[in-house]
Structures are given as C-alpha cells and as structure tokens.
C-alpha cells in the first residue's frame, strides 16, 4: 500500500505548516479557481447583459444554465431550436476574467423512470450531447452535474419500478452501464471534458472499511445507494483525458482547518476504496478534490430557523472573518476547483451580505501571496456558541 498518493501534497502541507514550516515554502498555491453557484444562476442572456459588471465579482467564472433547457434525464428528446439563442448569445461572449464558466445539468428524472428502458436511455443520451454542444457555442470549462433527484428518487433501489424481479446487483451493474454510456455522451460533444459533480463516492464515504457483501447490503438500505456505481462507470466510460471534480458539498458545514485536511484525505484516499480495484489507478490520475463554500451558512442566511445556526449570534464583522477562514482553507486545500453556493443573495443584483465579497478577496490575496491566514477562528465559534440566541 503506497503511504502517498498522486495530490496529496496539501495534506502533507498541513502537518508541515503545524511544524511550523513557512507555508510560502511549502507548494505553489496560486492557480486555485473560485468559481459562483446558486440560486441567482445565471443564463447566457444573463452573462451577455452583465458581464461588465459580472467579471468585477471575485470569481474566474460561474455555472450557469442554458435558458432552452438543462436536464438531460427527461426522457423525451429536447428540441435543438430551443437552443439557438442560447447558442447565438454564447457565440458573442468574450470574457475577460471568466474563463472557468460550467454548464448546469441535471439528472433529474420524471415520475416512470426505468433504467432498464433503453427507449428513455436513447433519449437521455441525446439531451446530454445537445446540451453539451450548445454550450460549446461559448467558453467552456467543463460541465456541472447534479445527480440530485428532484423528482424521481434515481438512486433509491426500494423505489425502482422493476426492484420486485431485479435484485440490486443487477440494478448496479445497470447504473455502472449508463454511467458509462452518458460519460461517453458527454464526450461525443467534448473531448476531455471536465465534469464538476457536488460529491462523488466520496458520499459513502463512511462505507470505505465495509466489505462486500455488507456494504452492498448498506447501499441497498440508502436513498443514494445507486449512485457510487453510476460514478463508478462514468470513471469508466471516461477517455484518459477527462478529470472529475468531487465538489465536498459536506465542506458546506466545515468549521476548522483540520477538517478541510481531513476531508481531502477522505477524498483522496479512503474513497478509493470504494472504486473497483482495476479503476483505481483511473481515480488517482483523473479524480480531483474540490471544496464548497456556503454563504448562507456563516451569514445568517439559512432558512427556515436562521437562529439555530451559529452565525445568527454573530456581527457583521465576525461572520466576514468566518468566511474568510472558510474560504482560506478550501483554496488551500483544494487541488484547483472551490465553489461558492448561496441561495438567499444575489451577487448580480448586488445584493449581499456586508463584508462577503471584502473577506473573499482577503482570502484571495493572503493564498496568492503564499501568506497564512494570520488568526485561529476556534475561540470565536466557541464563544459565538455559548451566547444567547438574541431576541427574535
């Protein structure tokens, strides 16, 4: 067993830095990309009519989502006329400073979904490659997927239309099948693509040490149980040059620096484990750890109960200072993607909380510089929690 493996240089940064080493001497931390996700998403029409202003915000570039459609699990062809504006409007963009920009799309099938329907696969296939293709019009890093089920629960054996004749070991082997097939969809239309997902296996992470059968027993037992084997095969269906980003939306919730660390060893090296053995080597060299950075979380922003929440008995100036800690420690540690989630502000209305885009860019500046953050944020979130909730 290797003691490390490729990209585990942060992680042997933080014991370094806790040495006392200077970071500055540790590795090159310049490179890491910002980029913004959330319910202010924004459409090519959107990025055509503020883009001025939009390049002013502390990001190298946004997911955003084409305006005629962005889930390729509905299981009816969509019509590629609904995508020549989007694809007009991408044509004309140049960007100066965006030029990390995400397609939105999603895996979310309607009621009546059936893996084992290779009408509706056929379907699924083609919206994966036009979606692509549009977006292609227009500067492209790669492709934002979200597996979350908004309609039909996807990754939930007890709910599939055919689980009272197909075990889960044949549902398995068929998620492993298309993901496969749709990693192959994507890269009909972009070669090498880079394919950003909020999580990976790494959301079964608990289940690296269980073996098989018990941890196929356990994945039986869970809403997302499906989904491991899908990633498994878009690994698989992947060419040598494509790259996967696991998002850690579970760093959402993250409080100190420790657990930035331990969560890029998670990533990096317990999640292996839950990769068939002949893939590994696959994970090592195109699997990347990306962190995620929650703005409602530290700004008092979380809804419903906002006061059950550690930031709602924080100033202003001590949820900035929270934030830039978040943001120092998920570009340190990731190896080049973070992204930066809200859902109740909008960056391009310019309605934000007081001191998030000036704890951004101090974040920013202290990791190009190769400085330290230059404060502990562990007593104030102690203190924070001990006092009392202020009057509604």
Not at 353 to 360: H, K, M, Q, W
Request: net charge positive; hydrophobic share 40%.
């Amino acid at each position: 067993m290797r003691l490390f493996v490729k990209g585990a240089l942060p992680f042997l940064a933080a014991v370094l830095v806790a040495a006392g080493a200077p970071a500055a001497d540790l590795a090159d931390l310049r490179g890491k990309k910002l980029i913004e996700y959330g319910w202010d998403v924004p459409s090519p029409a959107q990025l055509q009519a503020g883009q001025k202003s939009m390049e002013q915000r502390p990001f190298e570039g946004v997911v955003y989502r084409l305006n005629g459609g962005y889930n390729a699990f509905v299981t009816k062809p969509l019509a590629p006329a609904a995508f020549a504006e989007d694809q007009r409007i991408l044509k004309s963009l140049r960007f100066e400073r965006f030029n990390e920009n995400f397609v939105l799309i999603w895996g979310s099938p309607p009621a009546g979904w059936d893996w084992f329907d290779d009408a509706q696969w056929k379907a699924v296939e083609g919206n994966a490659r036009l979606l692509v293709r549009a977006a292609r019009s227009g500067p492209l890093a790669g492709i934002c997927f979200d597996p979350e089920p908004y309609d039909f629960d996807l990754w939930n054996y007890a709910k599939q239309p055919r689980a009272a004749s197909r075990s889960f070991a044949d549902y398995r082997a068929q998620v492993r099948k298309r993901g496969a097939q749709l990693m192959r969809a994507f890269e009909k239309s972009l070669p090498a693509a880079v394919i950003l997902t909020f999580f990976h296996v790494s959301l079964m992470g608990d289940l690296a040490d269980v073996p098989e059968p018990e941890r196929g027993k356990r994945l039986q037992e869970r809403s997302w149980g499906l989904m491991p084997d899908f990633f498994v095969g878009m690994l698989e269906g992947a060419s040598p040059g494509a790259r996967f980003v696991d998002g850690n939306e579970m760093a959402y919730y993250t409080t100190t620096r420790e657990q930035y660390f331990r969560a890029y060893h998670a990533i990096r090296s317990r999640a292996r484990l839950l990769i068939p053995p002949e893939l590994r080597t696959r994970y090592d060299r195109q699997v990347q750890v990306g962190m995620a950075l929650y703005v409602d979380q530290n700004f008092a922003l979380r809804q419903p109960d906002p006061e059950s929440y550690t930031s709602y008995r924080m100033t202003p100036d001590e949820r900035a200072r929270w934030f830039e800690h978040n943001i120092y420690w998920a570009l340190y540690t990731t190896d080049k993607y973070v992204w930066c989630y809200s859902e109740r502000m909008n960056w391009w209305k310019n309605e934000t909380p007081p001191g998030l885009e000036d704890a951004i860019v101090s974040a920013r500046r202290k990791i190009s510089a190769g400085a330290p953050l230059g404060f502990d944020i562990e007593p104030l979130l102690k203190e924070a929690t001990a006092r009392p909730q202020p009057p509604k």
